[in-house]
């Protein structure tokens, strides 16, 4: 479980691919990694995965093909840079929203233009997403926690969120370097998978 505020952007600095087995990264980060223990859960750019090894100043993790095939593919390239965050402890404070590092879609960014320095962002989210994202709601991009400034539905099903970065984010997020046409981890907020799910069993129960 994590909270979508990002302590760390690390590198991959290496990546390992043998055929027939998970893709094997290594992550650069200037976390304490005397802390970390072998098992625990990184959430990388939006992405919960185990810490399988660690050496000075690296963690290496295993990336399944599923997990490959379902978020943003140009993040697992060497040298792309991930927003990281520990798992949630217990007593720990909750600044953004409660986030599972379990991504729902893949979104890719319209717009991105500078706004009273601050920096707007417009994503286009999947149809099968855009009723789970609501003005003034949370949702996590490529792991960071944001609020939804506004959307506008588009008439396929699908729709455009907005969001504003300030600066202090844009810094210390890799939102600082996004580009527009660039692909994006979306997890939509929690409370809106389970309602979604209600809603659907209601409907199937009506129909039978």
Known sequence: MFTGIITDIGRISAVFRTPGEDLRIAIETGYDLGTVAI???????????TVTSKAQGSFTVDVSGETVSRTAGAMWAQGARLNLER????????????????????????????????????????????????????????????????????????????????????????????????????????LARYLQRMQQALASRARG
């Open 39 to 49: 098992g625990a859960s990184i959430a990388c750019s939006g992405v919960c995965l």
């Open 87 to 190: 798992s949630l402890k217990v007593g720990d404070e909750l600044g953004g929203h409660i986030v599972t590092g379990h991504v729902d879609g893949i979104g890719t960014v319209e717009t991105v233009e500078a706004v009273d320095g601050s920096t707007h962002i417009a994503i286009h989210a999947p149809a099968a997403l855009a009723p789970m994202i609501a003005a003034k709601g949370s949702i996590a991009v490529d792991g960071v926690s944001l609020t939804v400034n506004a959307i506008d539905d588009l008439a396929d099903g699908s729709a455009v969120f907005h969001l504003n970065i300030i600066p202090h984010t844009a810094e210390w997020t890799t939102l600082g370097s996004m580009k527009t046409g660039q692909d994006v981890n979306l997890e939509i907020d929690v």
